[in-house]
């Protein structure tokens, strides 16, 4: 094994710099990370950005990042949860290997150190009801106001911290705190609450336990105990620091984890707060936590994301020290381009309008050869089959086009692709003067879709074959919030959902090679976008969902030089 100490990445961000420094300077010898999720909903894209961040860290430096579950309140967090989070934090491409850690592993190691501090006459128990702590907590601009409970002898705390643990009081009858400072100009070291009464049966240590230790309680010490160096987190517990820092130097720690922010990631068009994703599934806005609309990685996995565009887009959009949104169609855009390189092309017809070949000879079959990625030969080819009667998608077909509209009309030639030059005789209507159908004739010398005299049809359109054609239901996905910025203004954020965020087509035909395709796969539908099957498919009744269309109206801004980078 190596000993020296790893290069610093290429791509340096301010934490990976104090990472590279301080194993330079010899402060450790391994960097050691983690990520810390509560279990109390699924994992969104801002919770990929810490992913990549502490894992990529670990992996980079050749270190370790564990995963912790942050579990300190019983009443909000499931056995559920637990598990999508390690399934989605694998997902992405990341491996904790033993190093799978819980917060309530360390209940009774936290409550002796909690009992220590009161010893040292550094917490109290209060009694004090929530409201009233509140009110003596005082303001930005006023100091907080003792509590009457604070100088209370350090037996009569011992004894009453013993008593909630055996379960006397009812939930917010007491309160453990820190004895710091209720002058302190930040309020988080106005006596901040360690420990509190929540009678709850925990997801993992049940009934043991009815008194539980707070965030700020839990988290730093958890951190020592593992051996975390860099404990990284969002800007918002900067102020949360004085608190870490004080608890690690109050306290026989085994460690000295430092804590480090950077900035969430904050996406347009999208909510990455829990509350508000747990309420979009309750109040049924989404078909569930992995609706393929929703920010979380169960539903960009279902809506056909790669993790490795996940990855990308953290890598693009990197770390920095202040908040920022970041465009969605940034994210997308990372996809576009993985899916690009590696989905295979496919025939799918989504709203069909059928064409008889008519100079085709009824029950002839021929298989043509397509490519299946021409950005990548080495994907090789596949065979559709091509008979007399066609399915192609109505809007290429118009009867009387205007300037701009090279597709199939009376009299024009296109190119089926990979198939044959087809050119329209004919159209029939219903009575109601609906189109319900094209004659066509076709030229033999095209097949494959060259023609030896060199001529080149204006467009090229996708088709199926009626008679090998599966029926699928496609489910068109755009934005769940129209707004960029969803309740901005005051406004209600479920007022700015996208009534059009889902669009059901029941009635579209897809070559048979699609009904193989494995969930989890994502292939383009050529002309039309990504898609993948939906879980819901069943034998003979593929389901699939649009990824993304083709359209990067990211990278075309971009080229224009009108990103906006608010
Ligand atoms: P809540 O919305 O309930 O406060 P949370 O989003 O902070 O929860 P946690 O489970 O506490 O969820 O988060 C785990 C880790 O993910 C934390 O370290 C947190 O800082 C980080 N994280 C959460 N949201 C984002 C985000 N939008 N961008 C980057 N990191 C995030
Ligand atoms: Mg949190």
Partial sequence: ????????????????????????????????????????????????????????IAQEFGGRCHLRFDDTNPVKEEQEYIDAIESDV???????????????????????????????????????????VREHRGTLTEPGRNSPWRDRPIEESLDLFERMRAGEFPNGARVLRAKIDMASPNINLRDPVLYRIVHAAHPRTGDAWCVYPTYDFAHGQSDAIEGVTHSICTLEFEVHRP??????????????????????????????????????????????????????????????????????????????????????????????????????????????????VED??????????????????????????????????????????????????????????????????????????????????????????AAPDGRRPKATLHWVSADHAVPAEVRLYDHLFLHPDPGAGGRDLFADLNPDSETVRTGALIEPALADVPVGETVQFERLGYFTPDPDSAPGRPVFNRTLTLRDTWARLQAQGRHDTR
């Fill in 1 to 56: 094994m190596s000993t020296e100490t790893p290069a610093a990445p290429e791509r340096g961000d301010f934490i990976r710099e104090i990472v590279a420094a301080d194993l330079r300077a010899g402060r450790h010898d391994t960097v050691v990370t983690r990520f810390p999720p509560e279990p109390n909903g699924y994992l969104h894209i801002g919770h990929a950005k810490s992913i990549c961040l502490n894992f990529g």
């Fill in 90 to 132: 694998r997902w992405l491409g990341f491996d904790w290997g033993e190093h799978l850690y819980f917060a309530s592993d360390y209940f009774e190691q936290l409550y002796a150190w909690a009992v220590d501090l009161i010893r040292a006459g550094k917490a109290y128990v209060d009694e004090l009801s929530a409201d009233e």
């Fill in 360 to 449: 085709y000879p009824e029950g002839r079959v021929e298989h043509m050869e397509v490519a299946n990625n021409p950005e990548d030969p080495s994907a090789g080819t596949r065979t559709v089959p091509f008979t007399r009667e066609l399915w192609i998608e109505r809007d290429d077909f118009m009867e009387e086009p205007p300037a701009k509209f090279f597709r199939l009309a009376p009299g024009r030639e296109v190119r089926l692709r990979g198939a044959y030059f087809v050119t329209c005789r004919e159209v029939v209507k219903d009575a109601s003067g609906a189109i319900v159908e094209l004659r066509c004739t076709h030229d033999p010398a095209t097949r494959g879709g």
């Fill in 243 to 356: 608190l870490y820092d004080w608890l690690i130097e109050n306290l026989p720690v085994p460690s000295r984890p430092r804590q480090y922010e950077f900035a969430r990631l904050n996406l347009t068009h999208t909510v990455l707060s829990k509350r508000v994703l747990l309420r979009l599934v309750n109040e049924g806005h989404v078909r569930g936590w992995d609706d393929p609309r929703m920010p979380t990685i169960s539903g960009l996995r279902r809506r056909g994301f790669p993790a490795e565009g996940i990855r990308d887009f953290a890598t693009m959009i990197g770390v920095a020290k202040s908040d920022s949104v970041v465009e969605v169609g940034m994210l997308e855009h990372a996809v576009r381009d993985v899916l690009n390189r590696t989905a295979a092309r496919r025939f799918a017809v989504l709203d069909p309008l059928k064409v008889v």
